[in-house]
């Protein structure tokens, strides 16, 4: 996947689904939240201000957080570079993801 367009496309898909398993089950936002921490460890100075940024993101109201994860606009497009989801979605989610966005790219070329 080349097309930078389809590459922000596909990250939003993901973190659109990820907003509809949050607001099934807010408490999966822990699992962001330990992903920080561990992260905030071993992470240079520079990624380390994203991770920051999360880390005061997932301490707003939820609707707020879910807002930010469908969000396009450009805050939340540059905030998905470093998404602290990883292990929400299920292999098969993110794969059906991949295939959808894989064979829209294939249409394009």
């Known amino acids: 996947m080349k097309n930078h367009r389809l590459i922000d496309e596909r990250s939003l898909a993901f973190d659109r689904l990820v907003a ?39 301490d707003q109201p939820l609707p707020d957080l879910l807002a930010l994860l469908e ?11 470093s998404s602290p989801f990883c292990g929400i979605l299920s292999p098969a989610e993110r794969l059906a993801i991949i295939r959808e966005f894989y064979a829209r790219e294939s249409v394009a070329a």
């Open 71 to 81: 969000s396009a606009d450009e805050h939340a497009t540059r905030l998905r570079q």
């Open 20 to 58: 509809e398993k949050l607001r099934r089950d807010p408490t999966l936002v822990e699992k962001a939240r330990s992903n920080i921490s561990r992260w905030l460890q071993t992470t240079d100075r520079r990624a380390a201000a994203d991770l920051l940024e999360w880390q005061r993101l997932l």
